[in-house]
């Protein structure tokens, strides 16, 4: 399928159900106080920028690159809709956010994700990019749900 990713503003009728779904799938495996997921308000917020994967009309994903500092960023909202997963689609919005953030002047990606074997697919996929594991970094708590990871671009 011939994937395509742009800049999104958070407006088309697909977001918010696939917003819906990772919030959701967020809520089933981590207990509400190491949930970090944020809504779509919150992704419409200075410093946040939200991208969307299609193919042929279908929402296949989406990531948020936010700014934490002038040269550090936080990859925020990975999420790849269910009927489309193990596509790749996860893979080419990290690099995707990625290639953006270099070209944004980002020196250092960060981000954080849950430490339940749910998760495991995007450990290993963050891991491939070879992001490495961290102690918590910005407003996060060191938490036992929590991985935190990270990478020089």
Known sequence: QDMQIREDN?????????IAEHLQNMHEASPPESIHALSIDNLRAPGITFWTAWANGDL???G???KLDAPHGEVKSMRTAR??????????????????AKRAGFVR????????PA??????LDAKRVFKYLVPF????????????????
């Open 10 to 18: 958070l407006q088309g009728p697909q977001i918010p159900a696939l």
């Open 60 to 62: 296949l994903g989406c």
């Open 64 to 66: 948020a690159l936010k």
């Open 83 to 100: 009927a489309h997963l193990r596509k790749g689609v996860a893979a080419a919005i990290l690099r995707h956010i990625m290639d953006e």
């Open 109 to 116: 990606l960060s981000l954080e994700t849950g430490s339940q």
């Open 119 to 124: 998760v495991n697919p995007a450990r290993s």
């Open 138 to 153: 910005d407003t996060y708590v060191d938490d036992p749900n929590s991985v935190f990871m990270t990478r020089e671009l």
